[in-house]
């Protein structure tokens, strides 16, 4: 991969921070956007822009067909079929529309849902909210010191009979990338629906689905290139047909009468409303733009900066790495703190030396907890981000240590 | 990169009136659940004046320099005339504090605000 040219095509990369070039290494939170992207959001508003979905006019026609072109993109991406990709508007919304369609549909008092300890916000309270109302119980599934799931404690919580899992494909604070395949077979063999948050990894390697095992899975465009407001809950096709609405208004009914409705198949049964039909179009953009790149090459891109950042925060003694110490277990992204010294003080100082990284409880407080702190520094990297930039992040955490000595 | 201000150095590395109080006549914690910042107030007050003054807490260097700072500026103070301190009294002693991170600055004055609030 040509990172030279990749960061010609983003033009917020030639920013400067404080008379310094921008080293932006917080790409778990929020990517940045290819010139290709910025470029279809405003050929779609400047040529193509219509309600899709409902008028018989020719523009309309065309509006739905790209925004139809872009579920087919993403079902290409994920090895899926494009009646199985409902756009919603990030993976907190379609982690959401799962905890609760399931919880109406599979859940009853007494049941058990199970998440784990290394979960986002998003993949948990969705789902204590879903057990509240079922009357159901919702078990967590703990990690070990090596920020790695419990595979035991997972398998003796599966096999008491659990009806949905929801677990992270990667964790957004640790790395740690959940070996899926083999916890989906797990869960399938008890009998559990697995949610899978794909949010970390969907931008940054091949996913296939299938391969995965999974049911029912999310992530957010802005992620991956994509613009913000738009997202993905892909779901087995007889899954999506057996689950009620979230959200109901237009678009998503076959016939209403006064007094009831009836719904219509999948996906557009779970996309209530005028749709982001734009950032589709956008987010269909930048999976062009991804398998261009090739995300295998995306990937090994991302574990050859893990490792030289592992490496050199390692070689720091007043510096703790959280989550495995293996590249290739990990997602291109590294928490870590500094002795002493509150997260956000760190990141106040890099960011004088123009460095983004995130500091903070990362939208994870029960694995923050965990692990004994308030909150952590995280560095993330994405296929525009160089060598160079993480040993300007390494040099710069030398001096900001000096200082706040 | 030029890091703190010598005001916030100074009040991180030696916190002033750092520690618990027996029997306080006023007391307020306040927390910035985002990133975890705690600043605990404590005051003693004799005939309408601040006469100690302790802080006890954990967080970032602004939050834990902003509270040492407080307590250095209320310690014998008159109650009455404590209601006169602006987040500018504070924000301005401190030095450059990023537009970010003013929340960190302020939240030991909000605890003191919350102390004089409560009634006992």
Known sequence: MDVQAIRRDFPILGRQQGGKPLVYLDSAATSHKPSTVIEALASFYGRSNANVHRALYELAGEATGLYEEARAKLAGLLGASADEIVFVRGTTEALNLA???LGEARLEAGDTVVVTEMEHHANLVPWQQAARR???RLEAVPITEGGGLDIPSYERVLSAGAKVIA???????LGTINPLPELTDIAHRAGAVVVVDAAQTVPHMPVSVHELGADMLAFSGHKMLGPTGIGVLWGRKELLEELPPFMTGGEMISEVRLDNATWAGPPRRFEAGTP?????VGLGAAVDYLRGLGLADVRAHDVQLVERLLEGLGRRPYITVYGPLDPSARAGLVSFNMRGVHPHDVATLLDQEGIAIRAGHHCAQPLVRRLGVAAACRASCYVYNTADEVDTLLSALDEAWRILQ | MKGYGEVILEHWRRPRNKGRLPS?????VEANPLCGDVVRLQLRLT???VTDVMFDGQGCAISQAAASLLTEKIKGKAVGRLAELGDQDVL?????VTATRTNCALLPLWAL????KEDR
Not at chain 1, 276 to 280: N, S
Not at chain 2, 92 to 96: P, S, T, Y
């Open chain 1, 276 to 280: 982001p039909f734009a950032q589709a």
């Open chain 1, 99 to 101: 905890a609760y369609t």
């Open chain 2, 47 to 49: 005939e309408g004046r």
């Open chain 2, 113 to 116: 605000r919350q102390a004089l």
């Open chain 1, 167 to 173: 677990l992270t494909h990667a964790s957004n604070l």
């Open chain 2, 24 to 28: 306080p006549d006023r007391e307020a």
């Open chain 1, 134 to 136: 079922q009357k159901a």
């Open chain 2, 92 to 96: 301005g002693q401190l030095g450059e």
